[in-house]
């Protein structure tokens, strides 16, 4: 048995099996320094603003007029980006992560707000300590704000679809051949002009369509193949 | 944030979602590891997490938090907290007891400006709205508040040795303040300026702390389960309760920034609205304010 889980398994409800991979320790305390740096930056820019605006003659700002903002900027960043984006927060998009629940559905703001929260906790005694302990210690890599909201984190799926992606379930292009036809059309322009019509040739009599003469209109008719699923 | 979608956008999601798990079963037969059947992988995982959302339109949800879940879950926890306020209050009477006995030990409660100053015959709440409006002693007040409640919970995941602490610490502190100021004649006036917003405020940290003891009896008896799992259902059955009593720290802020220091609100004003404000929370909290009509 493995130390930790690298594979969050899902079954969707039309009992298809899914995985998401399990973020680890390096990726999360990547995104975090980019979450921290850039609240870190905005309560010093708020610091360095407000320290401009007490200079102004007739202008008073208080201490909580003057510390406020900036602790509002640094203590609110992650609960309320997180709740806006959807446990995304900005140093999670840069390093390709999200937020999931434990059966790897969206999670609600609740376990937003609870996941967050219990950073008091994590972040104990100093530099989130305590979270990075339990991240190494549990099997999902999870602190306890995540165990506490039943979330995890996971890399995001970022893979966009393709049309013929979404034909082969088409009784007309059998998935193979529009494999194929995908790759052909990838490697298009890199292929020897004589190579790339005999294989588009043939490929489009393999799928009983006619065989233009020349090679743009060979390359149109299997784009046209590969986007319709028509065979 | 959550969006509730129209029901052609659902439809059209759901198709998509069968459409693309259908796809992805022969793409998985057919053609194994290749970059199709990745990227339907990653299609239907997009798809998935958008399908399978737990949203509840906010009416809703409220509703069932107010009519159902907080008085729930108060009652669950109403013995812990009967428990909390004893150790509250007796930790009261021990601090008011030391400082009774043995006066220097008020430095240990309380800085030293305070201790000059009630030495002097003055409260540090007098003449207060001088110093500080009263908009921004709220927004401090309400800030300091909802700190120490969230802070009483959270610590509960250490066993409930981090919330017991601060209960023990505040019950010790207001009994010896109470105690230092007493011995000074200036007990009762304290006592006065407390009175409009001390039942909110000491009910709220009363019920955070009760929340987060559970957290901390969860992981210490979690019976059949896990102890992640009974932690998980401990944090959720708490969280419902503090989800509504903490505005009412909210409350409590208000009332402390823009009544208890104003001389000319009477005893009985500020009873009085001590009374309410406590009221509307205990009636929330045990479900009589939105108790349903009897079939």
Same mark, same amino acid.
């Given at each position: 048995?493995?130390?930790?889980?690298?594979?969050?398994?899902?079954?969707?409800?039309?009992?298809?099996?899914?995985?998401?991979?399990?973020?680890?320790?390096?990726?999360?305390?990547?995104?975090?320094?980019?979450?921290?740096?850039?609240?870190?930056?905005?309560?010093?820019?708020?610091?360095?603003?407000?320290?401009?605006?007490?200079?102004?003659?007739?202008?008073?700002?208080?201490?909580?007029?003057?510390?406020?903002?900036?602790?509002?900027?640094?203590?609110?960043?992650?609960?309320?980006?997180?709740?806006?984006?959807?446990?995304?927060?900005?140093?999670?998009?840069?390093?390709?992560?999200?937020?999931?629940?434990?059966?790897?559905?969206?999670?609600?703001?609740?376990?937003?707000?609870?996941?967050?929260?219990?950073?008091?906790?994590?972040?104990?005694?100093?530099?989130?300590?305590?979270?990075?302990?339990?991240?190494?210690?549990?099997?999902?890599?999870?602190?306890?704000?995540?165990?506490?909201?039943?979330?995890?984190?996971?890399?995001?799926?970022?893979?966009?679809?393709?049309?013929?992606?979404?034909?082969?379930?088409?009784?007309?292009?059998?998935?193979?051949?529009?494999?194929?036809?995908?790759?052909?059309?990838?490697?298009?322009?890199?292929?020897?002009?004589?190579?790339?019509?005999?294989?588009?040739?043939?490929?489009?009599?393999?799928?009983?369509?006619?065989?233009?003469?020349?090679?743009?209109?060979?390359?149109?008719?299997?784009?046209?193949?590969?986007?319709?699923?028509?065979? | 944030?959550?969006?509730?979608?129209?029901?052609?956008?659902?439809?059209?999601?759901?198709?998509?979602?069968?459409?693309?798990?259908?796809?992805?079963?022969?793409?998985?037969?057919?053609?194994?590891?290749?970059?199709?059947?990745?990227?339907?992988?990653?299609?239907?995982?997009?798809?998935?997490?958008?399908?399978?959302?737990?949203?509840?339109?906010?009416?809703?949800?409220?509703?069932?938090?107010?009519?159902?879940?907080?008085?729930?879950?108060?009652?669950?926890?109403?013995?812990?907290?009967?428990?909390?306020?004893?150790?509250?209050?007796?930790?009261?009477?021990?601090?008011?007891?030391?400082?009774?006995?043995?006066?220097?030990?008020?430095?240990?409660?309380?800085?030293?400006?305070?201790?000059?100053?009630?030495?002097?015959?003055?409260?540090?709440?007098?003449?207060?709205?001088?110093?500080?409006?009263?908009?921004?002693?709220?927004?401090?007040? !309400?800030?300091?508040? &909802?700190?120490? +409640?969230?802070? /009483?919970?959270?610590? =509960?995941? $250490?066993? #409930?040795?981090?919330?017991?602490?601060?209960?023990?610490?505040?019950?010790?502190?207001?009994?010896?303040?109470?105690?230092?100021?007493?011995?000074?004649?200036?007990?009762?006036?304290?006592?006065?300026?407390?009175?409009?917003?001390?039942?909110?405020?000491?009910?709220?940290?009363?019920?955070?702390?009760?929340?987060?003891?559970?957290?901390?009896?969860?992981?210490?008896?979690?019976?059949?389960?896990?102890?992640?799992?009974?932690?998980?259902?401990?944090?959720?059955?708490?969280?419902?309760?503090?989800?509504?009593?903490?505005?009412?720290?909210?409350?409590?802020?208000?009332?402390?920034?823009?009544?208890?220091?104003?001389?000319?609100?009477?005893?009985? !004003?500020?009873?009085? &609205?001590?009374? +309410?404000?406590? /009221?509307?929370?205990? =009636?929330? $909290?045990? #479900?009589?304010?939105?108790?349903?009509?009897?079939?």
């Amino acid at each position: 048995m493995n130390f930790a889980d690298e594979q969050l398994a899902v079954s969707t409800v039309d009992s298809v099996d899914l995985s998401m991979e399990l973020a680890g320790v390096g990726a999360r305390a990547y995104a975090f320094s980019i979450d921290w740096s850039i609240r870190a930056l905005g309560a010093a820019f708020w610091l360095l603003l407000a320290t401009g605006i007490r200079n102004v003659p007739g202008v008073e700002l208080g201490a909580i007029g003057f510390f406020a903002p900036a602790a509002v900027i640094y203590l609110g960043y992650h609960p309320v980006l997180e709740l806006l984006r959807r446990g995304v927060s900005p140093g999670k998009r840069i390093a390709g992560l999200i937020v999931v629940r434990n059966d790897g559905g969206a999670p609600g703001p609740g376990a937003i707000v609870l996941r967050n929260l219990f950073r008091l906790i994590d972040s104990l005694p100093v530099c989130y300590a305590l979270g990075l302990v339990l991240m190494f210690a549990t099997r999902r890599q999870t602190r306890l704000g995540d165990i506490v909201s039943g979330s995890l984190v996971v890399y995001a799926s970022r893979q966009r679809l393709r049309m013929s992606d979404t034909v082969l379930a088409d009784e007309g292009l059998p998935p193979r051949t529009a494999l194929l036809i995908e790759e052909v059309l990838q490697r298009w322009d890199e292929l020897v002009p004589d190579a790339r019509a005999a294989l588009g040739s043939k490929l489009l009599s393999q799928i009983d369509l006619p065989v233009p003469a020349d090679a743009a209109a060979i390359r149109e008719h299997l784009q046209t193949a590969l986007r319709t699923g028509a065979a | 944030m959550p969006k509730q979608l129209d029901l052609a956008t659902a439809t059209a999601c759901i198709d998509d979602y069968r459409r693309t798990a259908h796809d992805l079963a022969i793409a998985r037969r057919e053609l194994p590891g290749t970059e199709v059947t990745a990227r339907l992988e990653s299609q239907l995982r997009q798809l998935h997490m958008r399908v399978d959302d737990d949203f509840e339109p906010w009416r809703e949800r409220l509703s069932r938090l107010y009519r159902d879940e907080v008085p729930a879950v108060y009652f669950k926890l109403r013995p812990t907290l009967m428990v909390m306020s004893l150790i509250f209050f007796g930790m009261a009477i021990v601090g008011w007891s030391l400082v009774s006995h043995f006066p220097e030990l008020a430095a240990l409660f309380a800085s030293e400006q305070l201790i000059d100053g009630v030495q002097r015959g003055q409260l540090w709440t007098d003449g207060i709205l001088n110093v500080t409006p009263s908009s921004v002693m709220s927004f401090g007040i !309400i800030a300091n508040n &909802v700190t120490v +409640a969230l802070s /009483a919970f959270v610590l =509960g995941t $250490l066993y #409930g040795i981090g919330t017991l602490y601060i209960l023990v610490l505040n019950g010790a502190m207001i009994g010896g303040v109470l105690a230092f100021t007493h011995q000074h004649g200036l007990g009762l006036r304290l006592f006065r300026f407390m009175l409009a917003h001390g039942v909110v405020e000491l009910s709220v940290i009363l019920i955070a702390a009760a929340a987060g003891v559970s957290l901390g009896a969860a992981l210490a008896r979690p019976g059949l389960r896990t102890r992640a799992e009974a932690l998980r259902e401990a944090v959720a059955d708490a969280a419902c309760l503090l989800a509504v009593v903490v505005p009412f720290l909210g409350l409590a802020g208000l009332i402390e920034g823009f009544i208890s220091p104003v001389d000319q609100y009477g005893f009985l !004003i500020r009873l009085l &609205v001590g009374l +309410a404000s406590g /009221a509307l929370l205990w =009636g929330v $909290l045990t #479900g009589r304010v939105w108790r349903r009509p009897s079939v």
